[in-house]
């Protein structure tokens, strides 16, 4: 490896193609989101079915920021990287400067629960947690950032 | 504006098929439960929903089919996906969907199993 | 009208739904670039071949920014907007901090030219022109400014 | 990656039938260049080609075209396209490709074109 490499709080993603999105948050505007995460796909060739894993993560963490992180500046910001050296993996950072949430505390959903005590939501960290490779969540005060990569 | 799911809905003696085109939200699902409520009070037993024009159903709009499912299971009646996305599929199982509601892979094989007799 | 209205700077977009995108100077990132102009065109019900007319326009500012402006951030930065009542029209915004350009001294293109004098290029600018309803150009040592809106 | 042209010819007698799949930029257009000296070099002499399943050309990709098209007319072969977008059209007429190419809407017509008697 060349010594202009990976800076160390970095390491897997430097050097790798990155792109920027900043949708509003209005209704929809995951949609248009999900057009990046179809196009990054693409061009990296990873698998239609893994896309489609990709856009309903990235969906959830949109309507998330949406619904619960009141943001002043009305905005969730995402970033897309390509790394590997042949584009082995997608890497989707969403942040929002919102109110921020407990991530540990936030109790498991079941279909138990769904079906015998109604309560209906709560799935979407867990979705994204079951269609995605990794993800790492942090949250505080500041807001929320979730980080999420995908193998093609 | 147009990512918004559209609904069709065909009855078919006390079957009712729906079709839906689009992205499933909570709209998207509002607007399928009004649909399917409209079909439960017109004495519909079997609903069947043909998912194949949708790529993404998000997490409220599942919600609300699960909602829709309560209701048809109150009614003893019976709801059937078919044309699911390997993704959309995923979701459903994970979410318990599929523990209540049959899923089939194409509208004939769902058309079939609820015009079986029981 | 009402008075929270737009600001003197900027009359018609205020308030309209913006989305930043900001690609990496890299083969086809342009392509990627599309997908945005594509799901901002459906969600506001864009005819298909104005969306196409849209996207050719928007590849052609940014291999423009790609080959000419010679980026220090290497990367080019654009702004959807949707205005109008009704999403009557998409604006994009392409940025470059390049080196620049004398728009009013860039020649203009023709057939003539291109086949019997055998200089094929330079026909970028033109086809933006063609293809969409205004084009506004800004360019110096900061950079460069592509303004374009399309009607629907 | 994907986004990249593929180009696809095959022989029919003294004309080449050539299938673009994808966004033509330089190196989509290059590539095509490639194929369709190539096939100059082997007699043809008449290029057909079909971009009905690309939806993007860009100016470079057009400028490429453009000094295929002098190379055909230069080996008196002749160059029709078929399958164009709107924009695509729109496009080559602007650039003035269409003043020195033929352009038709389907393959058929084009086949039937250039293989009349002149
Ligand atoms: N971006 C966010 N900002 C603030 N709180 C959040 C965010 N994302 C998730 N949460 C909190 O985590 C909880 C669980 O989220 P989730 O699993 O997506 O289910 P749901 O959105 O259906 O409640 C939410 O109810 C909310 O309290
Ligand atoms: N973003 C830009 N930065 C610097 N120069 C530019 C930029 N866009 C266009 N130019 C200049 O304007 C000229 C004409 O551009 P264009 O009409 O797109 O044709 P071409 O790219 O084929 O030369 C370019 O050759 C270049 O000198």
Redesign the interface.
């Given at each position: 490896m060349a010594q202009h490499g990976p800076a160390p709080t970095e390491p897997a993603t430097a050097g790798a193609p990155e792109v920027s999105l900043t949708i509003p948050v209005a209704p929809e505007m995951e949609i248009v989101a999900t057009a990046q995460a179809d196009a990054l796909g693409e061009y990296m060739d990873m698998p239609r079915d893994k896309i489609d894993e990709v856009k309903l993560a990235l969906v959830e963490a949109c309507i998330n920021a949406f619904e619960h992180a009141h943001t002043e500046d009305n905005q969730v910001h995402i970033t897309f990287r390509v790394g590997g050296s042949t584009g082995d993996w997608l890497e989707i950072e969403v942040r929002d400067r919102g109110r921020g949430f407990d991530a540990e505390g936030v109790e498991s959903p079941s279909p138990q629960k769904t079906f015998e005590e109604r309560r209906r939501r709560g799935w979407g960290l867990h979705i994204i947690k079951s269609l995605m490779d990794e993800v790492e969540i942090a949250s505080g005060d500041w807001g929320t950032r979730i980080l999420m990569r995908k193998y093609k | 504006?147009?990512?918004?799911c559209k609904v069709s809905v065909e009855r078919r003696g006390d079957v009712a098929v729906f079709w839906t085109d689009g992205?499933i939200?909570n709209?998207g699902g509002e607007e399928i439960a009004r649909e399917a409520y409209s079909e439960l009070d017109r004495g519909a037993r079997a609903l069947v929903m043909n998912l194949e024009k949708t790529?993404?159903v998000?997490?409220?709009g599942?919600?609300i089919l699960?909602?829709v499912l309560?209701k048809v299971m109150e009614r003893k009646a019976v709801l059937a996906f078919c044309g699911l996305?390997?993704?959309i599929d995923?979701?459903f199982r994970?979410?318990?969907l599929a523990?209540?509601a049959a899923i089939y892979p194409t509208e004939n094989e769902a058309l079939r199993a609820v015009s079986a007799p029981a």
């Open positions: - | 504006m147009s990512e918004t992205y939200n709209q790529r993404i998000n997490s409220i599942i919600s699960i909602e309560e996305t390997p993704t995923k979701t994970i979410m318990g523990q209540y």
